[in-house]
T-cell receptor
Framework: RKEVEQDPGPFNVPEGATVAFNCTYS??????FFWYRQDCRKEPKLLMS???SGNEDGRFTAQLNRASQYISLLIRDSKLSDSATYLC???????????FGAGTRLFVKA | DTGVSQDPRHKITKRGQNVTFRCDPI?????LYWYRQTLGQGPEFLTY????????KSRLLSDRFSAERPKGSFSTLEIQRTEQGDSAMYLC??????????????FGQGTRLTVV
């Protein structure tokens, strides 16, 4: 089993739709969690950190469920510019080894 | 530009040749990571430095791979006797250590290696 698993995708949604991505991690000792965004042929960039209490940044909401070892990302009112691959990222205890999921591809269409 | 920079951006080499990539992290960052990414996959962890110390190395790294960060600033990743399976994007990232939870990692634009 992979340490970090994500919905395989791709997700094809119309503009204005709400879309949710899920991610599960296997190491219960994992310490910190992030969502990164990667555009085609570009480097990954931080989208948002994921806190135990959940956090929201504009149209984006991240949730963490430690008991179920589950992370989610919700995007409301999707824009064409949201089209990208979304990577779930988990830091192990001590923060040395950062593990990426394989990513979920999102296509937002007009 | 004060971001992470990698050199070269692209490298085409013949099988069996050695290649070396360079990464210059953000200057105040003491943590440096190397990842490898192939098409359709997320970045795979290769190795991690805190200052000049290499603290973790993935089992993905065979003996043909070596990384250094001699003065705790820039880092090099060398691949000896390259194989076609080494073709990938090699990404470098850096971050600062504030607390146990770690901080955001900033990535360079990567070096795309093609072994022919």
């Amino acid at each position: 089993r992979k340490e970090v698993e994500q919905d395989p995708g791709p997700f094809n949604v119309p503009e204005g739709a709400t879309v949710a991505f899920n991610c599960t991690y296997s190491n219960s000792a994992s310490q910190s969690f992030f969502w990164y965004r990667q555009d085609c042929r570009k480097e990954p960039k931080l989208l948002m950190s994921v806190y135990s209490s959940g956090n929201e940044d504009g149209r984006f909401t991240a949730q963490l469920n430690r008991a179920s070892q589950y992370i989610s990302l919700l995007i409301r009112d999707s824009k064409l510019s949201d089209s990208a691959t979304y990577l779930c990222v988990v830091n192990k205890v001590g923060g040395f080894k950062t593990i990426f999921g394989a990513g979920t591809r999102l296509f937002v269409k007009a | 530009d004060t971001g992470v920079s990698q050199d070269p951006r692209h490298k085409i080499t013949k099988r069996g040749q050695n290649v070396t990539f360079r990464c210059d992290p953000i200057s105040e960052h003491n943590r440096l990571y190397w990842y490898r990414q192939t098409l359709g996959q997320g970045p795979e962890f290769l190795t991690y430095f805190q200052n000049e110390a290499q603290l973790e190395k993935s089992r993905l790294l065979s003996d043909r791979f070596s990384a250094e960060r001699p003065k705790g600033s820039f880092s090099t990743l060398e691949i000896q006797r390259t194989e076609q399976g080494d073709s990938a994007m090699y990404l470098c990232a850096s971050s600062s250590y504030i607390n146990r939870e770690g901080t955001e990692a900033f990535f360079g634009q990567g070096t795309r290696l093609t072994v022919v």
